[in-house]
């Protein structure tokens, strides 16, 4: 199965930034979209960004203009870069992927990466 690892997550302050890393294994196929999850305490896993095998991007309104996704030099490694972090971004960060357009997001999750956005 596919592995996910995330790296990048830290402690910063609000209007901070962070670039956030993520790489999978487990597979010699492209993956066909890689994302960008996050969870805070107490509420929903929620997809917050994510990109296709061509490019083709989305992100959720509340980090629109602030996030961007986009894929690494490595194959099927993805990279989150967060800019004008408000304190209600904090949570951890997990990267997943779907293999192809009739596919699911993957069900195993990995530890993720904490970001902290605190005075």
């Known amino acids: 199965q596919v592995q996910y690892v995330e790296s990048g997550g830290d402690t910063v302050q609000p209007g901070g930034s962070l670039r956030l890393s993520c790489a999978a294994s487990?597979?010699?196929?492209?993956?066909?979209?890689m994302g960008w999850y996050r969870q805070a305490p107490g509420k929903e896993r929620e997809l917050v960004a994510s990109i296709r095998s061509d490019d083709w991007v989305n992100y959720a309104d509340s980090v629109k203009g602030r996030f961007t996704i986009a894929r690494g030099d490595s194959k099927n490694s993805v990279y989150l870069q967060l800019n004008s972090l408000k304190p209600e971004d904090t949570a951890v960060y997990y990267c997943n992927g779907r293999q192809s357009p009739i596919a699911a997001w993957g069900t195993s999750w990995g530890q993720g990466t904490q970001v902290t956005v605190s005075s």
């Open positions: 487990g597979t010699t196929l492209p993956i066909y979209v």
